[in-house]
């Protein structure tokens, strides 16, 4: 199971944090990431990062604002998103999939429960 957390309400250019608890398979073995989806929009990749951590891809929009990041011990899977703009608002989803996620959604094997993020102008 994957439980997202840590969306809200923030202005253009603040941060925030989204975190991902996961539990129920040996996390060490999943390549984990982060989806989103905005009103009228299909659901589109954000980032995901490596099942030891090592290596991180980022959808082009994302590159330089958003950080991935994973704690294996603690389970849990990280997006600090900085610089924010309007049009990053939607509902962001945690995913994982084991050693390899996709940036397909019709390939990703888990999904967590979406979490809002809304940034006003």
């Known amino acids: 199971q994957l439980q997202a957390s840590g969306g809200g309400l923030v202005q253009a250019g603040g941060s925030l944090r989204l975190s991902c608890a996961a539990s129920?398979?040996?996390?060490?073995?999943?390549?984990l990431g982060w989806f989103r989806q905005a009103p009228g929009k299909e659901r589109e990749f954000v980032a995901s990062?490596?099942?030891?951590?090592?290596?991180?891809n980022y959808a082009d929009a994302m590159k330089g604002r958003f950080t991935i990041s994973r704690d294996n011990a603690k389970n849990t899977v990280l997006l600090q998103m900085n610089s924010l703009k309007p049009e990053d608002t939607a509902v962001y989803y945690c995913?994982?999939?084991?050693?390899?996620?996709?940036?397909?959604?019709?390939?990703?094997?888990?999904w967590g429960q979406g979490t809002q993020v809304t940034v006003s102008s």
């Open positions: 990062i490596s099942t030891g951590g090592g290596s991180t």
């Open positions: 995913a994982a999939d084991a050693f390899r996620l996709a940036t397909n959604v019709d390939e990703v094997a888990y």
């Open positions: 129920g398979r040996p996390f060490s073995f999943y390549a």
